[in-house]
């Protein structure tokens, strides 16, 4: 607070003196720069305090331009010239401020430019994505709330995903609901988690007393606490709650600098509060905490794709000609954006892009942004196939349950089995989860939905194969090799192939396309056989060689 009083002072005086005619008699000159000092002092502290914005000074040009137009209007002779000049300093600082989007488009492009890859890697059949809708589990944290101490004092707070102890779940703090339920509880009692895989998990409420939070008000409130540690430090996005290994609870918040003058922003580091003692501390982002996921806010990476979709070809190009531009969808859960968990265990936020021509719903690339760097890659997808965007997805969902009013949420594309596969959760219209639903993003008419991600994945395969295309290796199984006789066997015409489905005589299950195998086609019951296979555990294993002795090649 002591900042605000020194920077409010100072600059308070500084208003006075341009505003006040220095050539005035003495005792009302005085009387006028005291007045006036001590009247912007007030302001001036009332605003910092008010709007938590940075104290550094150039965010006060607007008040140098009035200053210096009111000095320039009430003063005469020399001291008007005088305060004319600086008067047009401050227009030429005023335009250069206020047209800074026209002219650092370039730049802001060069902050959010991306790594270019075709396609990302297969996702692994053998794990579960994390893809429990945040609606259906702020719907299950606030059924439990009985589970808080005084309920009434306090609602549920805002949703973050977090990986904890290689677990992946939503952390939801407890908040205040208004400003005499924190007059008189002083402090939050604590948090809920919840399972991010596993929809039939139940919240669990975890105690952790908390005195500086976003709820909390005064000196109490997290925003303006930080604003108090670091007066002249950017924030972008909003505060976010995380918990350590032990089940710690911090607030973090992204920082960073303008891109130019006081426009655009460019993510540093992050500010993180210990919410029961109010301990500050600074971190750049390489040395932001292991357990921190999100050290990049979702704000902050929508800000930056739009960068990177609008401004290829500078600002101009982004409202006339519109050469390469691409839009980033608002489909996201957190400010537009999807965060979601890779196989090397990062957080990664989610974006597809698409055409700003109207009524197109084909998908032009889609970005992964790491949680932790902010380091992004874009992705074009297989440039001979037409991709399907997000919002053509949830129409194909609303289409298909029409009748029961159900919706899809928070849609992630996915590489399943080689194909670019739109994975959604289905919502009733009370929030409720009713199933997984995917669809392939190149070929619509194939689509499955199931009670859980890896239900729909099974069906997903066999979906694929009868539509005709093939299913690439794409689990981290581990590949064997199994000698046996074929107990029986079954072919199905799936398209311009065969997919055969055979049974040893040890009791297992295989099966195979003739895409794969094309003498596959000629197995009957009594063969031995030598099939490699991947042990994803599935009822049919997917089999990538097989030999048929007495059919093998010379």
Do not use: C
């Amino acid at each position: 607070m002591t900042f605000v009083f020194i920077i409010s002072a100072v600059a308070a005086i500084i208003t006075a003196l341009l505003v006040v005619p220095l050539t005035a008699k003495r005792k009302d000159m005085m009387s006028s720069l005291i007045g006036l000092a001590v009247l912007t002092f007030i302001v001036l502290a009332i605003i910092y305090y008010l709007t938590n914005i940075d104290r550094n000074w150039i965010a006060l040009w607007p008040l140098l331009v009035l200053a210096t137009l009111a000095g320039t209007i009430l003063s005469k002779g020399t001291e008007q010239k005088a305060k004319g000049i600086l008067f047009l300093g401050s227009l030429v600082l005023a335009i250069y401020m206020l047209s800074a989007f026209l002219w650092n488009a370039d730049e802001k492009f060069e902050v959010a430019k991306m790594d270019e890859q075709v396609e990302i890697e297969a996702f692994d059949e053998t794990k579960t994505p994390a893809s429990v809708p945040p609606q259906f589990a702020r719907n299950k944290m606030k059924k439990a709330f009985g589970q808080v101490p005084n309920t009434s004092y306090y609602e549920l707070g805002n949703l973050q995903i977090q990986k904890v102890n290689e677990e992946y779940v939503y952390i939801a703090p407890v908040e205040f609901s208004g400003f005499f339920k924190w007059w008189n509880g002083d402090v939050t009692p604590g948090y809920f988690t919840m399972s991010a895989t596993d929809s039939s998990d139940n919240p669990e409420f975890i105690e952790a007393d908390m005195a500086y939070t976003p709820s909390s008000y005064f000196h109490k409130n997290l925003e303006r606490h930080m604003r108090m540690k670091h007066p002249n430090k950017i924030f972008y996005g909003d505060v976010q709650l995380e918990i350590d290994e032990e089940g710690k609870p911090f607030y973090i918040r992204s920082y960073g600098k303008f891109i130019s003058a006081r426009n655009g922003f460019d993510v540093e580091g992050i500010v993180a509060v210990d919410p029961a003692t109010g301990q500050t501390e600074a971190y750049a982002l390489a040395d932001v905490p292991a357990f921190i996921d999100g050290a990049v806010s979702p704000e902050t990476v929508s800000l930056q794709n739009s960068y990177y979709g609008k401004y290829i070809h500078g600002f101009m190009n982004s409202l006339f000609g519109k050469k390469d531009v691409k839009l980033p969808s608002d489909e996201g859960t957190e400010a537009n954006v999807s965060p979601i968990f890779g196989e090397d265990g990062q957080m990664y936020y989610f974006t597809d892009f698409t055409s700003p021509k109207e009524g197109v719903d084909s998908m032009l690339g889609y970005s992964l942004t790491d949680g932790r760097t902010g380091k992004a890659t874009y992705y074009t997808g297989n440039l001979e196939d037409s991709y399907m965007d997000s919002q053509g997805a949830l129409q194909i969902i609303e289409k298909k349950f029409i009748e029961k009013k159900w919706q899809g949420e928070m849609p992630v594309l996915y590489n399943f089995y080689g194909e670019a596969s739109w994975l959604t959760p289905v919502l009733d219209s009370n929030g409720f989860l009713q199933n997984y639903f995917i669809v392939s993003a190149a070929n619509p008419e194939i689509s499955v939905y199931g009670n859980t991600p890896n239900e729909a994945l099974k069906l997903y395969k066999t979906a694929i194969q009868r539509g005709g295309s093939s299913v690439d290796g794409s689990s981290k199984a581990e590949e064997k090799s199994v000698n046996g006789t074929v107990a029986r066997v079954f072919k199905e015409r799936v398209g311009d192939f065969t997919q055969v489905s055979f049974l040893l005589t040890t009791k297992e299950n295989y099966i195979v396309s003739s895409e794969i195998v094309p003498f596959a086609v000629y197995m009957e019951e009594g063969d031995i056989v030598e099939v490699t296979y991947l042990d994803t555990g599935e009822l049919f294993l997917p089999v990538k060689e097989v030999t048929i002795r007495g059919l093998e090649k010379e």
